[in-house]
């Protein structure tokens, strides 16, 4: 059962992506197509497979796990699978020749209570939240070629000679997986985070527009489809933290390649991520608000009519003055929506580009002004004013 | 230097943990390091290895990768490595076969098209949302296994041997597992998600109530500190979506135990933890507008004064009235949101205890009476009053 919906959920993604292909990820399967048959060639040319042996089997392993999509990504899991297997195999050949030393029965008893010491230990580490962010998968490396090499040392005699010959195997592995990843089409991490926060400009402006047009144009029941597919974009900006910190952790990773240059300032882009989904948070809430009280509360009390009095209540207070204070602030809204769209797509585009944007300025005082109008325009309690404050003051946090 | 920087940070965080220790990491700390001890059996007992041999590594790689902290992930794990290992074996074996059936040069030229065929296809569905969610670790042991069997098969003639005796392996190593992470202190990922669903509820509660004490209090100065430590629970919350999902994943996959039953509805609590995220989002920017303008724009025109004339009209035009407002809607304000605390509270209550919670709609009556209240309290236009109708609408949501 399982399998048979592992294979539907399969031939739906196949038939949903043949409308939106993504050049990427098809890039990405040819060269772990490619790693892998490089690393076979091991099995299959009989003078390589005369040197490794058996052992071939690892640098097999270590293509198929340490391949990822990313070129960073490829870097920092081979590094912390190098890091955890001479470390872990170091240990592991200490704990075995101490427990040869002893002897006898005293040998399982010590390789016993090093297992169990070093399991625990590195399980408790790895759920600590900085080690587990950057060297979850070396510690469990390291834990693994512990165990495999102090067990190991009970049966063989040669511990060392095992340990250094599996270790050469990995370092074929991880050769073959960085040449791959580096030099056939790479994958930058730095260039996904790039484009995933100019991206989230785009979305965010998108958003704010088809936010306020669905808010002036709910009366009239037309163009919603349209509308809400558009404005959900800043959703996915919201819960974009952890990708993206994944990402900055890869980035950094990567050596000197096309714009970005050594010591990037990645953090930046973290910061302004953040920044942009307290937007997103706002942009959230604004969408919350505009549902109007009186449908909420029938939705509430739609199945057992107990309050119809607050009912009453609320919609002789909220509704009489609404349609007329609707029409009067639409105009000032729309075009400090439209400035806060266009803000935020010349940022994004200046993120693009790499350079200073001149105009920001310019548009900020003129929002700034137009603000004002609009404050000055209503003095009576309406919701847009004081959201299209709330938006600006992000707006500036941005800059 | 990397290896230097890790062990800093291990110690670090073991000076940290000392205060706040959680003694569910170290059960499952624990549990590692007997699983462990247990697999080693297979190499330590004399009859035990003479039944599976050098194969027992297969049992002591499973136990390592596959031991995750909750039970819910060890099965999910287990299965997809189960389900991955058998599929690619099987695979692997017949397309060994088939290059056997050939021979000569063309067996080298089968294997190498087969390895570049399956490596690409299983690594294009790993970037499949969908599959990634669910199958991702069972694709990776898919492509492992296959790339092991059918290059093996090139070497050794008994490929089904082979992979019959590294799946039993495997399958004892599961089994050392299910049973330390099922009857040794079990630890639920059902648990963990119920927990932290009634978490977010009081972390909202004692940030909203933090977040307006701060911003009535801000002119008095005190108690800033102690304030900023208790309200920041919300941006916890808004972040928290994948790990539900995770969570919810796993959880799926636990059997009955405990206060829940088969086919308990998990999707209800990824709801509820969606209304949650939203209701912190709420916070977040009512938070955000809590920044009085004149202040931002200070900020903004701080280094160059190119704009003092707006800084002043903004001044003129949001100063003057707004102490006295302020005072005036201090009482409603605080009065709503410590209902809006209690009614998150009481939900948070009647979820932990699973029972219908009966004064909510009561505090829910109330709390419509008071925003009436405070809607007529204010005619002036003024944050206030549009956010607690924001997020009382959201508390209306939520039920």
Redesign the interface.
Known sequence: K??NQ?FL??L??IKQ?KGRYDPK??I???K??????LV?LL??VDPL?EQVGEN??WA??TV??V?E?TAGAVLSKG?NRA?GTV?GGGLGCLAAMLAQEIGGIGR?II??IS???F???????R??P??KRK?DY?V?IF??TF??VV??G??SEEVIQLARERLSTIVIGFSICIITSFLIFPLWASDELHCSIVTKFENLARSIEGCLEEYFEATDGKKENQVNSSSGGYKSV??S??KDETLANFARWEPWHGKFGFYYPWDKYLHIGELL??L???I???K??F?P?QQ??E??FGGNK??PL?VV??RL??GPSSALLRLSVKEPCEVVSSMIARTLRELGDSITNMTRSRSA?LI??KL??KR?EL??A??????E???G??IA??V??L?
Do not use: W
């Open positions: 399982k399998k592992f959920s399969f739906h993604c992506k990820v098809l990405h399967s040819i772990v197509g490619i790693a892998l048959v076979s099995y299959l497979y071939a089997m097999i392993m198929v796990v391949f999509f590094v890091l470390l399982a390789v016993g297992v169990f010491i399991g625990a230990a590195a399980s408790y580490s759920l600590v900085s080690i060297y070396g469990m834990l693994l165990n495999l067990v190991s009970l049966r919201l819960y933290k952890s989904r307290e997103a948070a706002s959230l809430s604004l919350g608000s549902q009280p909420a509360c939705a509430f107990v309050f607050f209540l609320i207070l909220s300025a900020v005082a700034q002004l004002t404050r000055v209503m003095l009576a309690s309406k919701l004013s004081d959201d404050l709330e003051t992000l500036f946090m800059m």
